[in-house]
């Protein structure tokens, strides 16, 4: 069995379930600005409800109950994004912060790239068949985090939700 078709026998027996428990997670009926929120301590005791309280803004402190404004968003979200640049870049200069000036510096390390080149025809391919020993294929999935690669993993659901 393929990894693809024990991930497909997987997501079935989840999709079934899922199926089953929005049934009983989500009562039907609400209707346009209502919420739906427990009822009780009760398992599965939920019920819609109007809210008396619409979204409020607030620039000034995080909060569970209100929101930024569009505005704050933004900035908040252009200074994370300038603070990942600044770290992915590790604090290169002007000249190596785009991948034409990486390319140019690169081009110069001929040697270096060859050795690069070697390195990486020695490793698992994407892009193109590539025929691997069940030793290598072993390893690929254990480098990547898949673990072993025969694993029934349907099997070891339905072990588990019993």
Do not use: H
């Amino acid at each position: 069995m393929t990894l693809q078709e024990r991930l497909s026998g997987l997501i079935t027996a989840i999709g079934t379930d899922i199926k089953a428990l929005f049934t009983r997670a989500i009562p039907a009926g609400g209707t346009t600005g209502q919420a739906l929120r427990k009822s009780s301590g009760s398992d599965y005791a939920t019920e819609w409800y109007t809210p008396s309280v619409g979204v409020q803004i607030d620039d000034a402190a995080a909060s569970g109950t209100k929101t930024y404004s569009s505005n704050k968003i933004e900035s908040v979200a252009t200074a994370a994004a300038n603070n990942a640049k600044n770290e992915i870049l590790n604090g290169a200069g002007a000249a190596y912060d785009t991948l034409s000036e990486l390319q140019a510096l690169l081009q110069g390390q001929d040697s270096s790239v060859t050795a690069l080149t070697t390195a990486i025809n020695n490793r698992v391919r994407y892009d193109a068949a590539q025929t691997l020993s069940t030793v290598q294929i072993t390893q690929a999935c254990a480098n990547i985090g898949l673990g072993e690669p025969d694993t029934n993993l349907a099997s070891l659901y339905t072990t588990a939700k019993a």
